[in-house]
Structure formats: C-alpha cells, structure tokens
Nanobody
Framework: QLQLVESGGGLVQPGGSLRLSCAAS????????IGWFRQAPGKEREGVSC????????KYAEFVKGRFTLFRDNANNKVYLEMNSLKPEDTAVYYC??????????????????????WGQGTPVTVSS
C-alpha cells in the first residue's frame, strides 16, 4: 500500500521557521514526482514546491521563492520542506503528494493537485503572534 505521512507542522511566530517532512512507505520516493501543496481555510489547494523523479528539477511557487527549500533524502525515503521567514499568509494545512506519470525530469508548482495520485493526511501550519 502506498502511503505518505507528513509531520513537522505547528504554531510559529511570523519570521520563524519550520521543517516539514514527508515519509513514504510502500514505494520509493525517487521513483515519483513529489509535490508539496497547501490549503488555507476557504481556499483552493495550491502548489508550493516540487521535485522531479530524477531530482534534476526543483521548482517553487513565486510566493515562497527564496523562503522555502525542498530537499530529498533518498537514504531515508523522505522529502523535506524547509520553511523560513514565515508569514501569517503561509498558514494552511500542508500536504505532500506523489505521482509516477509526470515526465522524470519535469516538475512545476503549477501542476494541478488533481494530477497527483498519492496523498498524505496533511500537517497544519499556523503562523501567528
């Protein structure tokens, strides 16, 4: 059974940092395109970052560029999202997702969330003073 489990969310003050992790079981993460998404209350789920299967492409949405960093730990079958300089508008539930049909060297934060077939349960992030 393919499973993703996110962790690392929580309450942080504006300007603070969090590291989210996404652990896979039942499959190898580097065989899949991995995306990080977020969904704020009352809003559509939106792409935040992604890494291609090959690892050659890592992309970010404009609203997190320069603040968030995605990296993959193949040895431990995990993907991380390092989030710095957090803002109140980053408050959302964050999800990781996996897809095996996207071209191996391609990823884009603009790929619709419906394209991804495997999802975690999400981890909430609240940025507030």
């Amino acid at each position: 059974q393919l499973q993703l489990v996110e962790s690392g969310g929580g309450l942080v003050q504006p300007g603070g940092s969090l590291r989210l992790s996404c652990a896979a079981s039942g499959f190898t993460l580097d065989d899949y395109t991995i995306g990080w998404f977020r969904q704020a209350p009352g809003k559509e789920r939106e792409g935040v970052s992604c890494i291609s299967r090959s690892g050659k492409s890592i992309k970010y949405a404009e609203f997190v560029k320069g603040r968030f960093t995605l990296f993959r730990d193949n040895a431990n079958n995990k993907v991380y999202l390092e989030m710095n300089s957090l803002k109140p508008e980053d408050t959302a539930v964050y999800y990781c997702a996996a897809d095996r049909t996207i071209s191996p060297d391609f990823c884009s934060a603009a790929v619709p969330y419906r394209r991804y077939g495997v999802w975690g349960q999400g981890t909430p992030v609240t940025v507030s003073s």
